[in-house]
């Protein structure tokens, strides 16, 4: 299963349930296939279904429902979705209830599900949340505290994680040791609140006090607040394609505002790959903020020449191929006037299958634009994700094999210029060692058979 998903968890001396209705609602753009929200009432209780946000929790009241801690989730799967893929996973194990939500992918999942079975484990799921529950649970058995349980439940997980979890009416956020999925703290007016984008303090009218750091567990309470870096890797692997693809722009992530990285990232586009034309138009909405850049380093004038149609969701996550295309055009309109006889150029954040960029190139030359140049805010990606973003194979990736010739040639574009990978880590500020560019190097931070390794490091523990 690949999954891209958002979590929340809040602790706080009022009931907690319509905040994180609140907190889900802006962390929708993570996820949109299902969603989850789970609470302590005497016992874990879990308030789930299918869809968005706003469709999942038809029918219930949440001012209702009692508990103080909880935690939730937004839920994406290449999968076809069913009601028991949603999270908060519950567990109600020999220590007590215990509640998951989780984003990333456990790369040795299948291992450590044997091993737990071999224990004498019966799995109701078989997913990855439901082997941390009984992990933690062992640990728990023999009476260690929770910290000394999660570090040797850290211990054996690989991959990249950012879990909350309950366990009975207590509540933690925990980050994998890489960073690579990313998980914020923030304080809002009866307590605190640990989410996967600070947009979701935003809009508790909360405010954020600093992100999770790699391999630390943290305990919220409405009160107060500990954290623990419990496993210290000496290098970060934060996903790069968080910046450019999938956190909200008006999030903060790791001290960095996505908006200013993006636009940076836009007018540093129009240094390395200028080209004379008369304008600039992005792909709405996610092109949107590399075009402002890209035409304040350039000169050249912004125009809206594509229009969305609002009330289609994302192509990329969309489950099927098949729907996807049938969807770019109902998606995409362009302003004739704007581009008629027109050299214009299109900024996008990325490429992943080609089709759809295929697709509006020749709807801008169908509708009389005289050149179209391309122009992407992210390195050519040519290798798959492990980490939990939906590029499982090469053969999807239109850039795998390929160079950017025969790229511009499949895209039927005039010209075609990607950022380099020196250009997008000056854009976001962090040392080239520190983020993830699994996807667009082929090597990895974490092992993966039959891949290459970027480099080996020593392992700190605490
Ligand atoms: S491989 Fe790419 S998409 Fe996956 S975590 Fe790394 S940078 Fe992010």
């Known amino acids: 299963m690949r999954e891209k998903c958002g979590v929340a968890a809040i602790a706080s001396r009022h009931r907690v349930a319509s905040s994180l209705y609140v907190a889900l609602l802006a962390l929708q753009h993570r996820g949109?296939?299902?969603a989850g929200i789970a609470v302590y009432e005497g016992g874990i209780k879990g308030y789930?279904?299918?869809?968005?946000?706003?469709?999942?929790?038809?029918?219930?009241?949440?001012?209702t429902v009692e508990g103080k801690t909880g935690i939730g989730h937004v839920y994406y799967s290449i999968k076809i979705s069913v009601p028991e893929n949603a999270q908060p996973s519950i567990f109600h194990t020999h220590a007590g209830d215990i509640a998951v939500a989780h984003n990333g992918i456990i790369t040795n999942a299948e291992q450590i599900k044997q091993e737990l079975m071999e224990k004498g484990h019966h799995f109701i799921q078989g997913s990855e949340e439901e082997s941390f529950a009984y992990m933690l649970a062992d640990e728990l058995k023999e009476k260690h505290s929770i910290e000394h349980a999660v570090k040797n439940v850290m211990k054996k997980l690989e991959g990249s994680y950012a879990f909350t979890f309950m366990v009975n009416d207590r509540v933690f956020g925990l980050r994998d040791p890489y960073g690579i999925r990313p998980l914020c703290l923030g304080k809002i007016e009866n307590g605190?609140?640990?989410?996967?984008?600070?947009?979701?303090?935003?809009?508790?009218?909360?405010?954020?006090?600093?992100?999770?750091?790699?391999?630390e567990l943290i305990e919220i309470k409405p009160e107060e607040y500990k954290g623990n870096v419990i496993h210290r890797k000496k290098h970060k692997a934060y996903c790069f394609f968080e910046y450019v693809y999938f956190a909200r722009s008006d999030s903060?992530?790791?001290g960095r505002e996505v908006y200013s990285i993006r636009k940076r990232l836009g007018e540093i586009l129009a240094r390395e790959h200028p080209v004379d034309a008369d304008i600039v138009i992005p792909i709405p909405d996610s092109g949107r903020t590399y075009a402002y850049g890209y035409s304040k380093a350039s000169g050249l004038p912004v125009e809206e020449g594509l229009m969305k149609n609002r009330y289609i969701a994302r192509t990329f996550i969309m489950p099927s191929q098949k729907v996807r295309q049938e969807l770019v055009q109902l998606k995409l309109n362009p302003v004739k006037s704007i581009i008629e006889g027109k050299k214009v150029v299109i900024v996008d954040d990325s490429i992943v299958r080609g089709t759809t960029m295929r697709r509006i190139v020749d709807m801008l030359r169908y509708h009389g634009a005289r050149q179209v140049h391309v122009r992407i805010a992210s390195p050519p990606i040519i290798a798959p994700c492990y980490f939990g973003i939906d590029m499982t194979t090469r053969q999807q990736l239109i850039a795998s094999g390929k160079n950017i010739e025969e790229i511009k040639k499949e895209i039927n574009a005039d010209s075609l210029g990607y950022i380099s990978i020196d250009g997008l880590t000056?854009?976001?500020g962090i040392d080239k060692n520190d983020l993830c560019l699994g996807c667009v190097t082929g090597e990895y931070p974490i092992k993966i058979e039959g891949e290459k390794l970027r480099f080996q490091e020593r392992i700190e523990w605490k």
């Open 426 to 428: 000056e854009a976001i």
């Open 32 to 34: 949109q296939e299902a």
């Open 48 to 63: 789930k279904g299918l869809g968005l946000v706003s469709e999942a929790f038809n029918g219930i009241d949440f001012s």
């Open 192 to 215: 605190y609140v640990i989410a996967s984008e600070s947009v979701a303090i935003d809009a508790l009218g909360g405010k954020l006090i600093r992100d999770v750091i790699p391999g």
């Open 252 to 254: 903060i992530m790791n």
